[in-house]
T-cell receptor, first 113, second 114 residues
Framework: GENVGLHLPTLSVQEGDNSIINCAYS??????FIWYKQESGKGPQFIID?????DKRQGQRVTVLLNKTVKHLSLQIAATQPGDSAVYFC????????????FGTGTKLQVIP | KAGVTQTPRYLIKTRGQQVTLSCSPI?????VSWYQQTPGQGLQFLFE???????NKGNFPGRFSGRQFSNSRSEMNVSTLELGDSALYLC?????????????FGPGTRLTVL
């Protein structure tokens, strides 16, 4: 079946540096991708999304890149802060109806002060 | 606007019992999805309800069921609990639009089966 996976289970970065979290997906029919952040004791929180007709989207300090050729998704966090420490999930979905979001296993981001 | 709320936040049950979890979506949201989160399996989709109808279902046994009420509030039921059902159960609501399916998650219900 389809699966969404992450290359790095744990990522440690120095405060102020940029972070890059990667994700691979296998369902070529997916056309909507989301990044979530989950802090300890809380539910996932939407960070940024991107549709398959785009290859880059920027938010506040975050950028998502989509490479459909190799089915790869990445999340870039600029000037990483201690508050960015969390588990990050990528997820894929097909828009237009069913909400069957498939999540990756997650990457833990540790920010070193 | 209030976020997604889930009750109870914590629950302890024993094997063989059944449990009902509740989710209140964001006002105006008609789609409610349920997920199970465990350290070993990550986030797994259980099912999604829209306008009181189950629209999609994940790969979970029939012991897992749900329903949605006319006010979009949803309940999830697990019967004959097993130790492996211990997990964080998350509910997410969304506006179902043509272009954007952003989901908003609740804080979850932590279920422990002894």
């Amino acid at each position: 079946g389809e699966n969404v996976g992450l290359h790095l289970p744990t990522l440690s970065v120095q405060e102020g540096d940029n972070s890059i979290i990667n994700c691979a997906y296998s369902n070529s029919a997916s056309d909507y991708f989301i990044w979530y952040k989950q802090e300890s004791g809380k539910g996932p929180q939407f960070i940024i999304d991107i549709r398959s007709n785009m290859d880059k989207r920027q938010g506040q300090r975050v950028t998502v890149l989509l490479n459909k050729t190799v089915k790869h998704l990445s999340l870039q966090i600029a000037a990483t802060q201690p508050g960015d420490s969390a588990v990050y999930f990528c997820a894929e979905n097909k828009s237009g109806g069913y909400q069957k979001v498939t999540f990756g296993t997650g990457t833990k981001l540790q920010v070193i002060p | 606007k209030a976020g997604v709320t889930q009750t109870p936040r914590y629950l302890i049950k024993t094997r063989g019992q059944q449990v009902t979890l509740s989710c209140s979506p964001i006002s105006g949201h008609r789609s409610v999805s349920w997920y199970q989160q465990t350290p070993g399996q990550g986030l797994q989709f259980l099912f999604e309800y829209f306008s009181e109808t189950q629209r999609n279902k994940g790969n979970f046994p029939g012991r897992f069921s749900g329903r949605q009420f006319s006010n979009s509030r949803s309940e999830m039921n697990v019967s004959t609990l097993e130790l492996g059902d211990s997990a964080l159960y998350l509910c997410a609501s969304s506006l179902v639009g043509a272009l954007k399916n952003e989901q908003f998650f609740g804080p979850g219900t932590r279920l422990t089966v002894l």
